[in-house]
């Protein structure tokens, strides 16, 4: 996973669609999309990105782990 081909989705909407570009970009096998105040586990998993959504849904930050 590199999370950095994926930056220029930050600040968009999270729609399906770029969700799903944002896994292929980065190289991801998996995906996981965070929402405010979600509950998530702490395992690293160097093949999934992660995608962090702010209040209005759109893309706040992606990370690899």
């Given at each position: 996973c590199v999370a950095a081909r994926?930056?220029?989705l930050t600040g968009?909407?999270?729609?399906?669609a770029r969700i799903k570009?944002?896994?292929?970009?980065?190289?991801?096998?998996?995906?996981?999309?965070i929402?405010?105040?979600?509950a998530v586990t702490m395992d690293y998993r160097e093949d999934r990105?992660?995608?962090?959504q702010d209040a209005s849904?759109?893309?706040?930050?992606?990370?690899c782990g």
């Open positions: 994926a930056k220029a968009k909407e999270a729609t399906p570009l944002a896994q292929k970009k980065s190289g991801a096998h998996l995906v996981r999309v929402k405010p105040g979600q990105v992660n995608i962090h849904g759109n893309i706040e930050r992606i990370i």
